[in-house]
């Protein structure tokens, strides 16, 4: 079974905050996400990454940062937390073969 | 904008029912077309996979695909009150390995 887990499960911070979320895998995918999900908005595409060290823009970056430096492990960085970053955050993995996706169990992160 | 489309519900089905999912996809090169399942504050949980015309079934589960259509579905045989949850449908988008997701369509089975 694919195992992926997050850092925290509930996350506070204040206005301003630098925060990081690490993702980490144990099944040797080669691709890693990170979405946010919020109501009514879905699941929608932060950062992705096809290898170590390589990253790609998804659809709402502006605000996040990543880094992958190791294979299993990728981490979403928020440089300055805003209270419109308050979302669950999920983290995803899948090989370059399948493209089906495993999610881990996700943070909810509040900035106040 | 690649979009997949799905009604947001609630879908309402008598336990022991067939539950018929359904969502449509606008980028006509996407390939493959997922079904994630969702309980009320955890993360999506892949439930089956389709690439091919036609169906696929996996126990209770069945996705059809039509891709003149750009449409997919997911039926749940025999629904049972633990299928309550918030059914998510995406599509690979063409060229990349990432996917697109509906918002979801939320499905409550009563005993």
């Known amino acids: 079974d694919v195992k992926v887990t997050q850092s925290s499960r509930y996350l506070v911070k204040r206005t301003g905050e630098k925060v990081f979320l690490e993702c980490v895998q144990d099944?040797?995918?080669?691709?890693m996400f990170w979405y946010r999900q919020d109501p009514g908005l879905g699941l929608r595409l932060i950062y992705f990454s096809y290898d170590v060290k390589m990253k790609e823009k998804g659809d709402i970056p502006e605000g996040y940062s990543v880094s992958r430096e190791k294979k299993e492990r990728f981490s979403l960085i928020l440089e300055s937390a805003s209270t419109n970053q308050t979302s669950m955050y999920l983290c995803?993995?899948?090989?370059?073969?399948?493209?089906?996706?495993?999610f881990g169990p996700g943070t909810r992160l509040t900035v106040t | 904008q690649k979009e997949v489309e799905q009604n947001s519900g609630p879908l309402s089905v008598p336990e022991g029912a067939i539950a018929s999912l359904n969502c449509t996809y606008s980028?006509?090169?996407?390939?493959?077309f997922f079904w994630y399942r969702q309980y009320s504050g955890k993360s999506p949980e892949l439930i089956m996979f389709i690439y091919s015309n036609g169906d696929k079934e996996d126990g209770r589960f069945t996705a059809q695909l039509n891709k003149a259509s750009q449409y997919v579905s997911l039926l749940i045989r025999d629904s049972q009150p633990s299928d309550s949850a918030t059914y998510l449908c995406?599509?690979?988008?063409?060229?990349?390995?990432?996917?697109?997701f509906g918002k979801g369509t939320m499905l409550l089975v009563s005993p």
């Open positions: 980028d006509r090169g996407s390939q493959s």
């Open positions: 099944m040797d995918h080669e691709n």
């Open positions: 995803a993995t899948s090989t370059r073969t399948t493209d089906e996706q495993y």
């Open positions: 995406a599509a690979l988008n063409s060229g990349y390995s990432t996917l697109t």
